[in-house]
């Protein structure tokens, strides 16, 4: 298994190549997603453990991301372009509505540079948990906070 520390860094670094310059969700997965799921010990190859464009049925939209325990999806991922507006309330409503669909308590939704982390609760409520923002001093957390206001406190430094 990757180093985290290390992922994070070479992550941070590609972000303050890419950023503002418009890659794509396909890139931002391969280069800015797939190596943190790595690091945190998710075989983004074996099916057992990943599962790539989930779909509960086949007439579902497919999640980008279920990461599988006891062969039963236990949190969805949706990626966005790196850059994208993660605050966009159809975004939210995307990764949400899979999972009550699919009866998956925890969901992710991030640029691969911002983690916005929910979970689900039922009668489509969801409770935002965490927001996670690489930055070049380290990775931090975002922490809603009253009146719009967010707290910023450091994570990890990588």
Same mark, same amino acid.
């Given at each position: 298994?990757? /180093?985290? &520390? $290390?992922?994070?860094?070479?992550?941070?670094?590609?972000?303050?190549? *890419?950023? !503002?310059?418009?890659?794509?969700?396909? /890139? %931002?997965? @391969?280069?800015?997603?797939?190596?943190?799921?790595?690091?945190? !010990? *998710? &075989?983004?190859? &074996?099916?057992? +453990?990943?599962?790539?464009?989930?779909?509960?049925?086949?007439? &579902?939209?497919?999640? +980008?991301?279920?990461?599988?325990?006891?062969?039963?999806?236990?949190?969805?991922?949706?990626?966005?372009?790196?850059?994208?507006?993660? /605050? +966009?309330?159809? *975004? =939210?409503?995307?990764?949400?509505?899979?999972?009550?669909?699919?009866?998956?308590?925890?969901? $992710?939704?991030? +640029?691969?540079?911002?983690?916005?982390?929910? @979970?689900?609760?039922?009668?489509?409520?969801?409770?935002?948990?965490?927001? *996670? =923002? =690489?930055?070049?001093?380290?990775?931090?957390?975002?922490?809603?906070? %009253?009146? !719009?206001?967010? @707290?910023?406190?450091?994570?990890?430094? $990588?």
């Amino acid at each position: 298994m990757p /180093d985290l &520390d $290390a992922v994070l860094g070479t992550v941070r670094e590609r972000i303050e190549k *890419w950023q !503002g310059q418009g890659i794509g969700e396909q /890139d %931002t997965k @391969a280069t800015l997603i797939v190596p943190v799921l790595r690091a945190l !010990g *998710w &075989d983004t190859e &074996d099916l057992e +453990d990943v599962k790539l464009e989930y779909k509960r049925k086949p007439t &579902d939209n497919p999640v +980008d991301y279920a990461l599988v325990l006891l062969r039963e999806p236990r949190l969805f991922i949706e990626a966005k372009a790196l850059g994208a507006h993660l /605050d +966009d309330q159809r *975004w =939210r409503y995307q990764i949400l509505s899979y999972a009550t669909v699919a009866g998956v308590e925890w969901v $992710a939704l991030t +640029d691969g540079n911002e983690y916005e982390i929910f @979970a689900t609760r039922s009668g489509n409520h969801a409770r935002m948990m965490a927001i *996670w =923002r =690489r930055s070049s001093t380290g990775f931090h957390s975002l922490c809603p906070g %009253t009146a !719009g206001r967010s @707290a910023r406190r450091p994570m990890a430094t $990588a």
